[in-house]
């Protein structure tokens, strides 16, 4: 117990000294996996817990990036109305998708969260009257939340999305250690028992969809006020693929795993860009390498790793399961 | 005489022209401790899986203490009082003993939808997961995931998840496949001790096991009941005898 205080500590004392000690493009990566890594852990409520992995997740973050770019560019809508309109667009789009893609499971399930997500995207694409096109949505205000202080500059701002990346993180930490979070675990594992049990799976299901969505929206509000430009690239379907493979990478079923899987990404894309064009190859063999030595992702090799170094004297170890890709389920 | 917990009415199920229940008509009354015997195919299983809700009717209706149950889905079932096991072990395999028991006791609380308390913080929850897993022996190993167990304790855990609904009808679908003797003297014995007031349907090969438990038997075959009454009569027809227990064994 202390030493869990103890680490907690540590992680805010280093979360509040980082935009004093490092450079500020250091700064910026870390914010980039703040925002992935908060879209990736929504992703992760359903690819991981509750078994359901979507491969098209980006269109609630898209979706949100693009009502705040939207109403912020062409409406003068105030960012703090804006923002929460954005997390309430991508929830309502999630609410309307999750009807269709919760009646199926497995990789129909993923199928149709896919063409949903290329759909949306097309959308984005096309309807250039609204969306801007391939030219995207540029000049979107800063994150002006009429707080006393101004986020024009760049330490308040990572402040900032720092609190509401941290409160959002509470949440799902709650949520996935609630009744509710078990029950996604026990669908996961076996929906037949579960309805048997006396739960009614499908709404369980639908409601982790929503949540999901509204969380990832909520990352895609921040990512439009941060990044002060949203464009279809954002919501096309590499994106969702890109946080597939950040919950796949930090660990699918692990709350901060997929934070950890976000940074991988983000440093190596942007750190690794800068020597070859041929950053994907490294991605690709870091990712090939994490599939066959830590198929449980990093954080569930290292989870493996600390109980192995703890001994395991009361709990034996983890028997088969888990070893299965994800996307098969 | 006690009321009558369950009843069907031409109860069939049809996959395509295979008639896998075909026009049973059961009833069995509150407290009763009814065995459902028959060779392999003769819809024993599927009889279960239209009772608790898991496959629906072809046709025929199904009553629990008087209510049409016919058309609802089988969590409706659960919360009007049916718990159910399964021959082929159905348990949370990557969860803990506890989370499985846990999740079988939110499962008729409205707590199960709350999404911000700790599953363990529901302290009447864990009571009762708690209570039923020392009865089981399992407490010790609440901690160990499932397939740490051995196949005997996790039989066990089976019931456990079916009995934390409090269920009035519980269906036990060979709760002692595959284990040794000793162990299913055990689960044979907790059957034996279950509540009086709980109705029991239960699908045994064990003839030896049903027998003990039971008071009444239905046999089935071909998807119909073919004999019914208590264990002597049904021990002594001959048409039973037959085919099923094998002509000259008794």
Not at chain 2, 170 to 198: F, N, Y
Request: glycine share 12%.
């Amino acid at each position: 117990m202390g030493l869990r205080w103890v680490g907690w500590a540590l992680g805010a004392a280093v979360a509040l000294a980082l935009p004093q000690v490092l450079p500020l493009y250091f700064t910026h990566l870390v914010l980039l996996t703040m925002i992935y890594g908060l879209s990736a852990m929504s992703l992760d409520l359903l690819a991981g817990y509750t078994g359901l992995t979507s491969f098209g997740h980006a269109a609630y973050f898209g979706a949100a990036a693009y009502t705040v770019g939207i109403l912020t560019t062409q409406h003068r809508v105030p960012p703090a109305l804006a923002f929460p309109a954005g997390v309430a667009a991508a929830a309502a789009l999630a609410a309307v998708y999750g009807l269709l893609a919760t009646r199926a499971v497995g990789v129909y399930f993923l199928i149709i969260t896919l063409a949903l997500g290329m759909g949306t995207w097309g959308l984005a694409y096309r309807w250039s009257s609204v969306t801007g096109g391939d030219n995207g949505l540029p000049g979107i205000p800063p994150l002006e939340l009429g707080l006393p202080w101004s986020t024009a500059d760049p330490k308040h701002l990572y402040y900032l999305i720092l609190v509401i990346f941290c409160l959002a993180t509470f949440l799902l930490y709650r949520l996935v250690r609630s009744p509710f979070g078990l029950s996604l675990r026990g669908i996961r594992e076996s929906e037949g028992r579960m309805r048997m049990l006396g739960y009614n799976t499908w709404l369980h299901r639908y409601v982790a969809f929503v949540v999901a969505g509204t969380f990832a929206g909520l990352a895609g509000s921040l990512y439009a006020f941060y990044n002060r430009f949203v464009s279809p690239p954002d919501l096309h379907i590499a994106a969702s693929a890109e946080a597939v493979l950040m919950v796949i990478l930090g660990g699918a079923g692990t709350l901060f795993g997929p934070l950890v899987g976000a940074g991988i990404v983000v440093f190596l894309r942007n750190l690794v860009s800068a020597y070859t064009h041929r950053w994907m190859l490294i991605l690709g063999v870091v990712f090939v390498l994490t599939v066959m030595y830590a198929p449980q992702g990093v954080a569930g090799g290292a989870r493996a790793l600390w109980a192995r170094w703890r001994g395991r004297a009361v709990t034996p170890p983890v028997a088969g399961p888990g070893k299965e890709p994800v996307a098969e389920r | 005489m006690s009321a009558v917990c369950l009843r069907t009415e031409k109860l069939r199920k049809h996959y395509g022209g295979l008639r896998a229940v075909d026009g049973v008509d059961l009833e069995v009354r509150q407290g009763e401790r009814r065995a459902i015997i028959g060779p392999n195919g003769a819809g024993k299983t599927t009889l279960f899986h239209l009772l608790s809700g898991e496959v629906p009717a072809t046709s025929g209706r199904i009553f629990l203490f008087g209510q049409d149950i016919t058309r609802l889905p089988s969590y409706r079932r659960t919360a009007l009082g049916i718990g159910r096991t399964y021959q082929v072990t159905n348990l949370f395999p990557r969860l803990t003993v506890l989370e499985n028991a846990l999740l079988a006791t939110f499962g008729l609380r409205r707590e199960k939808y709350d999404p911000f308390r700790a599953a363990w913080q529901h302290r009447q929850a864990l009571e009762d997961a708690r209570r039923l897993l020392e009865e089981f022996g399992l407490w010790e190993k609440r901690d160990w995931p499932i397939g740490s167990l051995s196949y005997g304790e996790q039989r066990q855990l089976e019931i456990v998840l079916a009995l934390a609904g409090r269920p009035r009808l519980l269906l036990l679908d060979e709760p002692t496949a595959g284990l040794s003797p000793a162990e299913t003297q055990v689960v044979t014995r907790l059957v034996a001790g279950l509540d009086p007031q709980i109705t029991v349907l239960l699908i045994e090969h064990d003839m030896d096991v049903a027998f003990q438990v039971a008071q009444r038997v239905t046999v089935l075959h071909f998807g119909r009941v073919l004999a019914e009454g208590t264990v002597d009569e049904v021990r002594g027809n001959p048409e039973v005898q037959a085919i099923y227990l094998g002509v000259g064994e008794l």
